[in-house]
């Protein structure tokens, strides 16, 4: 069985109780265990995450310890950097053992052409937003943030911002559109008068969705691990289902 989660933002000063939040999503993880052969983390699992060079983020030890658990398994783990996690450097492949992967990928699972992304570096559209990836993402400025700040303050600043980032997302969440208005659902379309696909599936949006488009592929939007606690699972005859846990 191949798992497919995303969005749990772990370590959200929005969580409440970050110890029993992490505590919900390791008991899941352990419950899929003896069956999974293959666990798909698609985007911001961690609310931040940046790779210092001898420090890491505190506060993830439940879910890091987890995860290295998974991996000596033999469970493959592959871990899709989101808008919130993108900043890890080389920790997680070496001591967690987790397949980080920074842009989305084609793979074929259970016999089903699968197109794997979070899903934010397709809204394109969305000028402002793609201005600011870029600013994440500019080695320039990863580098100021590394060595110009000290840990503390970078983390504290981080933190902060990505707690009103949650804020703002809150209080302005845009349900599921319609299928001639999500974006995610308009960008799979295109995508499919050039090349088919099974399954698009992505994280990022925090909504459920399982979509038939007329090409037959499948568009699925997992949800979140933070507040609907969704995930996807697909079987080895490639059936695939949303559920809850």
Same mark, same amino acid.
């Given at each position: 069985?191949?798992?497919?989660?995303?969005?749990?933002?772990?370590?959200?000063?929005?969580?409440?109780?970050?110890?029993?939040?992490?505590?919900?999503?390791?008991?899941?993880?352990?419950?899929?265990?003896?069956?999974?052969?293959?666990?798909?983390?698609?985007?911001?699992?961690?609310?931040?995450?940046?790779?210092?060079?001898?420090?890491?983020?505190?506060?993830?030890?439940?879910?890091?310890?987890?995860?290295?658990?998974?991996?000596?398994?033999?469970?493959?783990?592959?871990?899709?950097?989101?808008?919130?996690?993108?900043?890890?450097?080389?920790?997680?492949?070496?001591?967690?053992?987790?397949?980080?992967?920074?842009?989305?990928?084609?793979?074929?699972?259970?016999?089903?052409?699968?197109?794997?992304?979070?899903?934010?570096?397709?809204?394109?559209?969305?000028?402002?937003?793609?201005?600011?990836?870029?600013?994440?993402?500019?080695?320039?400025?990863?580098?100021?943030?590394?060595?110009?700040?000290?840990?503390?303050?970078?983390?504290?600043?981080?933190?902060?911002?990505?707690?009103?980032? *949650? =804020? &703002?997302?809150?209080?302005?969440?845009?349900?599921?559109? %319609?299928?001639?208005?999500?974006? @995610?659902? +308009?960008?799979? /379309?295109? *995508? =499919? &008068?050039?090349?088919?696909?099974?399954?698009?599936?992505? %994280?990022?949006?925090?909504?459920? @969705?399982? +979509?038939?488009? /007329?090409?037959?592929?499948?568009?699925?939007?997992?949800?979140?691990?933070?507040?609907?606690?969704?995930?996807?699972?697909?079987?080895?005859?490639?059936?695939?289902?949303?559920?809850?846990?």
């Amino acid at each position: 069985m191949i798992y497919f989660l995303s969005d749990a933002h772990i370590g959200s000063l929005l969580s409440g109780d970050s110890s029993a939040h992490q505590s919900r999503i390791t008991a899941f993880l352990d419950q899929i265990r003896h069956d999974a052969t293959q666990i798909f983390l698609l985007g911001d699992w961690f609310d931040f995450w940046f790779e210092y060079k001898r420090t890491i983020p505190k506060g993830y030890d439940r879910m890091l310890g987890k995860l290295a658990e998974l991996t000596d398994s033999g469970i493959e783990v592959h871990f899709f950097v989101g808008n919130h996690d993108m900043w890890t450097f080389g920790y997680l492949e070496q001591s967690i053992g987790l397949k980080v992967h920074h842009h989305e990928e084609i793979m074929t699972l259970c016999g089903k052409r699968c197109f794997l992304a979070h899903g934010d570096t397709l809204y394109t559209h969305n000028k402002k937003f793609m201005a600011l990836l870029r600013v994440f993402k500019s080695p320039f400025n990863q580098w100021l943030f590394r060595n110009v700040l000290p840990a503390n303050w970078g983390l504290k600043m981080a933190f902060k911002w990505s707690k009103n980032s *949650r =804020e &703002k997302a809150l209080k302005y969440a845009h349900p599921y559109s %319609g299928e001639d208005r999500e974006h @995610l659902v +308009l960008w799979a /379309k295109e *995508r =499919e &008068k050039t090349e088919h696909f099974d399954y698009y599936i992505f %994280g990022h949006r925090h909504i459920e @969705l399982d +979509l038939m488009l /007329k090409t037959k592929a499948r568009v699925i939007i997992l949800g979140d691990c933070y507040s609907l606690f969704t995930y996807g699972k697909m079987n080895e005859n490639g059936e695939f289902i949303l559920d809850n846990f």
